[in-house]
């Protein structure tokens, strides 16, 4: 019913910057927020950053100042620009929707499929 289709993870230099999207896809009536979640080798999955349809942003204390999270409602798109990369930044990002649909009552999270984000010292 739905996708969530992540791109721009890679490997870079430790100071370097990477931006990664995931656009929504499929039977959504409307998307309340958005947000990137990431999980290192052998760690739980961790908030990066979210944001709520009307812009209002949140982030993991260690990305703030380096990472922004930004979205275009249109596309159903989800950004997050990621500046002065550290090694302890390397993980799987995943990407997280909490939408409504378009024939089913309530609010559902979904997930993208993880894109790898590594970071070389």
């Known amino acids: 019913q739905v996708q969530l289709v992540e791109s721009g993870g890679g490997l870079v230099q430790a100071g370097g910057s990477l931006r990664l999207s995931c656009a929504a896809s499929?039977?959504?009536?409307?998307?309340?927020?958005m947000g990137w979640y990431r999980q290192a080798p052998g760690k739980q999955r961790e908030l990066v950053a979210s944001?709520?349809?009307?812009?209002?942003?949140n982030y993991a204390d260690s990305v703030k100042g380096r990472f922004t999270i930004s979205r275009d409602n249109a596309k159903n798109t989800v950004y997050l620009q990621m500046n002065s990369l550290k090694p302890e930044d390397t993980a799987v990002y995943y990407c997280?929707?909490?939408?409504?649909?378009?024939?089913?009552?309530?609010?559902?999270?979904?997930w993208g499929q993880g894109t790898q984000v590594t970071v070389s010292s």
């Open positions: 944001i709520t349809s009307g812009g209002s942003t």
């Open positions: 499929g039977s959504i009536f409307s998307i309340n927020a």
């Open positions: 997280n929707a909490n939408l409504r649909l378009l024939s089913v009552p309530g609010r559902y999270d979904y």
